[in-house]
């Protein structure tokens, strides 16, 4: 496959099991270089979106394209696109070496590929032995070396954290933060908030099938709190709310207890320099960025209750 970068595209997505709408006019796109987390509640739409991205589900309505094409019609899909969906589709009777083989077949691809997935995804001493008795997260690796047989430039995995432990976690922000970094497109979904947090530069949210937020998490997050504790905290937020001498924005000062305020609209090293010039003691400045779980109930549970 050559160094092309390719995204995912969805222009008004829809699909309809009958009278239930499953995903409803969804649009976004997916840029290369980047790990996006899509996130929704369960029910929301998310896997029925993937699966219409890579020609598994027909959509009743709109397109989904990866590189400006359809699934359907890339010329090498195996070496296009790997995707992840199901961690149990595997034959019981089969070992790792097997099933990998049975795919790079299919797709292609060499049995040296084989033997470098099963060293990449750290599989080589389970090789030959059979998949039934493999761990959840055994069969997620396995599940990863089969989306990566053909080298693709587009990775959809739906839930590849499940069954991991910390350190096959950490193992696995590794590895796609890599392959982003080599430029590829890496779309997941997860509902483990904490973990997804560590890794994504961008999230498309979706609720009920509609889109709900899309974009950088920095940005979609808004920018840091600061908590001060402070023996001069009344001063200090005197001093704040009297606002910037450029006439910007006004910071927005809470008291959260003796001593302690949590400010909105200035940084850490801003508050500093000004309690500084103010001869006014601080004692700790921590900074608080918005978690994406709150980000995620915001944007989610918020909007389910005007409804």
């Known amino acids: 496959m050559s160094g092309d970068h390719l995204a ?14 499953a995903v409803d006019e969804l649009s976004f796109t997916v840029e290369p270089g980047a790990v996006t987390g899509f996130l929704g509640p ?20 709109g397109t989904a394209t990866i590189g400006g094409q359809p699934y359907g019609r890339l010329a090498r899909p195996s070496r296009t696109v790997g995707a992840v969906f199901d961690a149990n589709a595997f034959h019981p009777g089969h070992t790792a070496r097997d099933h990998l083989r049975v795919y790079a077949a299919m797709g292609g691809h060499s049995d040296t590929r084989v033997a470098e997935l099963l060293d990449l995804l750290g599989l080589a001493e389970a090789a030959d032995r059979r998949t039934r008795g493999f761990s959840t997260g055994m069969r997620q690796r396995l599940n990863l070396a089969t989306a990566l047989l053909g080298d693709p430039r587009v990775l959809l995995l739906d839930e590849p954290g499940n069954g991991l432990d910390p350190e096959g976690m950490s193992w696995l922000r590794g590895l796609l933060r890599r392959l982003a970094d080599q430029g590829r497109t890496v779309l997941i979904s997860s509902h483990v908030l904490s973990e997804v947090q560590q890794l994504v530069d961008d999230v498309v949210v979706i609720r009920r099938g509609e ?54 609209g200035v940084d850490a090293p801003g508050i500093a320099d000004l309690a500084a010039a103010h001869r006014l003691r601080i004692h700790e400045l921590v900074t608080e960025h918005t978690s994406l779980e709150r980000l995620f109930l915001q944007l989610t549970t918020d909007k389910v209750a005007t409804r």
């Open 8 to 21: 995912i595209e969805a222009s008004r997505l829809t699909k309809r099991y009958g009278d239930v709408t």
């Open 42 to 61: 369960n029910g929301a739409g998310k896997t029925t979106t993937m699966r219409m991205v890579t020609g598994l589900v027909s959509p009743t309505s």
């Open 211 to 264: 889109l709900v937020a899309a974009g950088p998490l920095s940005q979609l997050a808004g920018p840091p709190t600061v908590l001060i504790t402070s023996p001069d905290a009344g001063a200090l937020a005197v001093i704040l709310t009297a606002g910037p001498a450029d006439g910007g924005a006004v910071p927005l000062v809470e008291a959260v207890g003796p001593g302690r305020l949590r400010v909105h």
